[in-house]
Nanobody, 124 residues
Framework: QLQLVESGGGLVQAGGSLRLSCKVS????????MGWFRQTPGKEREFVAA????????NYGDSAKGRFTTSRDDAKNTINLQMNNLKPEDTAVYYC?????????????????WGQGTQVTVSS
């Protein structure tokens, strides 16, 4: 059964860094794109970053550009999100997700399986 489990969330001061990881329960063949989204109460899920099936292509939301980097390690069935220079407005529950197909797209509806989320809180 395909499952995604995020880890690495927590509380950090503004300007600090966190590294999120997402472990996939089955072997990632390297053909499936994966993405990161975040959500705060009362708001729609927001695209953060995505990485292509091959790992050669990435896509970032405007809020993440220049500060966040996503990577994948298919040998470990894991993707990561390195978040630097965090701001209070980055506070949210962060989710990883997988989609069929290799293109790193930004639309949440295209992702078929989601993790349970991990809370990131950035204090000012």
């Amino acid at each position: 059964q395909l499952q995604l489990v995020e880890s690495g969330g927590g509380l950090v001061q503004a300007g600090g860094s966190l590294r999120l990881s997402c472990k996939v329960s089955v072997h990632i063949v390297g053909s499936y794109a994966m993405g990161w989204f975040r959500q705060t109460p009362g708001k729609e899920r927001e695209f953060v970053a995505a990485i292509s099936g091959s790992g050669g292509g990435t896509n970032y939301g405007d809020s993440a550009k220049g500060r966040f980097t996503t990577s994948r390690d298919d040998a470990k069935n894991t993707i990561n999100l390195q978040m630097n220079n965090l701001k209070p407005e980055d506070t949210a529950v962060y989710y990883c997700a997988i989609k069929w197909g290799s293109q790193a797209t930004t639309v949440a509806a295209e992702y078929v399986t989601w993790g349970q989320g991990t809370q990131v809180t950035v204090s000012s």
